[in-house]
């Protein structure tokens, strides 16, 4: 009977205050969306980390004719530079460090660099002349890629060393900053649907003081009079924060996997399970965060 009762306080305040449930409602479930697309990114971009930087090789590029620095002076490599890196690789020095690695000439550039530009008019005007003639290493422990650097750097015939790491990472700052900003952006709208849950609930009690001031006098607990308040926070938390879990799990099914995934078959994307296991985190935040905002709001009216 007291079960019953505290329902039916709390669903009478709901329909009191039905604009500001629908309020609450809605800046739940954009402000959670939010906590679930960054969980997600962050979830991401480990993974990609993971991907990418187990496939990330140490590229050792040999001169062009197109080159005018001094250990190129605008000649392209000859075959004996070419075989004198490979012995520098295959050294006693060097081979320790590498797991493996092999050797790219033009025209084998040339086809990957036509693949991967396939359509683009500059494919077009590159030959494959222009293109480095490049060894491409696999390292044991990538990093230790200066090892490669400072051994083959300044030797005649080649042109750079570069460790594709340095690209990758700054792909990732890039990822990692729009990861922040959206985790900014959720915080902000977490504490506008705290404000506006705690406004909810003012409003829902004051509407209600004569009956929670008779309540008092005739000896009603604390715990008695906050609870439909809280519930009326919670249910209208937990909706909206079940609209972020069908949103999340959307995201990933329709545009990560439906959309990315499929264009860009190269890299490993987060799925259904990553989804599930943000979805619980949301309904915690969400109803916790509304729980405490409805104490908090219903305190001052405990007193008569």
């Known amino acids: ?26 800046v739940t479930f954009i402000s959670l969306t939010f906590v679930g697309t960054a969980i997600l990114m962050q979830m991401q971009i480990g993974q990609m980390k993971t991907y990418w930087y187990d496939r990330a090789q140490v590229a050792v590029y040999m001169c062009t004719e197109t080159d005018v620095s001094t250990t190129c002076q605008g000649q392209d490599a000859t075959q004996d530079q070419i075989d004198a890196v490979k012995a520098k690789l295959k050294s006693a020095a060097l081979s320790p460090f590498i797991e493996k690695f092999y050797f790219e000439n033009h025209k084998q550039a040339y086809a990957d660099f036509k693949k991967q530009f396939k359509g683009n008019p500059v494919a077009d005007y590159v030959t494959p002349e222009l293109l480095n003639q490049t060894f491409w290493i696999k390292l044991k422990n990538e990093q230790q890629s200066d090892v490669i650097a400072q051994s083959l750097s300044g030797v005649a015939g080649v042109q750079s060393v570069t460790d594709q790491r340095s690209y990758l990472d700054q792909i990732f700052r890039i990822l990692n900053a729009a990861s922040l900003t959206a985790i900014a952006i959720a915080a902000v709208m977490l504490v506008a649907a705290a404000l506006l849950i705690a406004t909810t609930i003012r409003l829902s009690a004051f509407s209600r003081r004569r ?26 938390a937990l909706i909206g924060s079940l609209l972020a879990v069908g949103a999340v799990f959307g995201i990933v099914q329709f545009f990560v996997r439906g959309y990315l995934a499929q264009r860009m078959q190269l890299t490993s994307f987060v799925g259904l399970d990553s989804a599930w296991i943000v979805a619980p985190i949301l309904v915690i935040v969400g109803i916790g965060l509304a729980a405490l905002a409805s104490n908090i709001a219903i305190t001052r009216y405990l007193k008569v």
């Open 1 to 26: 009977m007291r079960f019953a009762l505290v329902m039916s306080e709390a669903g009478s305040g709901l329909k009191r205050n039905l604009s500001m449930v629908i309020s609450v409602v809605l």
């Open 211 to 236: 009956e929670l001031g008779i309540m008092r006098l005739v000896g009603a607990s604390n715990g008695f009079i906050q609870t439909p308040f809280v519930l009326e926070g919670m249910l209208a």
